[in-house]
């Protein structure tokens, strides 16, 4: 099973839409990159959904009911959807600056990538997500030494 998290603008499409539907098509998606992702998405995986906008936190889980397949509405195999169902939402948002200060969180495509709105969550990335995701967990800083890359001599 892989991890994912995926982005959307909750005035557009927020975690409670999703809840409040039970169910829906992942859609819109059209940069390549984030694509390739979503081509990789299978019946199963759990996603995290991540507000964007002024909010820019990870709010809730959601699971994979239907893995990638054509979007019916565009006509072309290249555009893919997936079907997400929701799980729970999060009792505590985990905003990007969580992201951005945990070692475990810091090296995640969110970080590096931040245009992308499907990225791959390692297992441990994910995990982390969820301990963050309780409220009681704090991000933990990733040492300076781990952060600097040794100095040629």
């Known amino acids: 099973m892989a991890h994912w998290l ?24 059209s940069s390549a990159p984030a694509l390739l992702h979503l081509r990789a998405v299978r019946t199963g995986d759990h996603v995290v959904v991540y507000h964007t906008g002024g909010e820019k936190a990870a709010v809730g ?18 555009r893919v959807v997936v079907d997400l169902v929701p799980v729970r ?21 969110l970080v590096r990538f931040t245009r992308l709105s499907v990225l791959p969550l390692t297992a441990g990335q994910y995990e982390r997500v969820l301990e963050l ?7 933990v800083a990733t ?11």
């Open 6 to 29: 995926v982005k959307t603008e909750p005035s557009a499409y927020s975690y409670a839409d999703l809840e409040r539907d039970k169910r829906t098509v992942w859609e819109g998606v």
């Open 61 to 78: 889980l959601a699971r994979v009911s239907r893995g990638a397949y054509p979007d019916p509405k565009q006509g072309d195999e290249r």
């Open 89 to 109: 939402a999060f009792a505590a948002p985990v905003p990007l600056a969580a992201f951005r200060a945990d070692g475990e969180l810091s090296g995640s495509e």
């Open 133 to 139: 995701a309780t409220g009681s967990a704090k991000p």
């Open 143 to 153: 040492p300076a030494a781990a952060r600097t890359k040794p100095r040629a001599s």
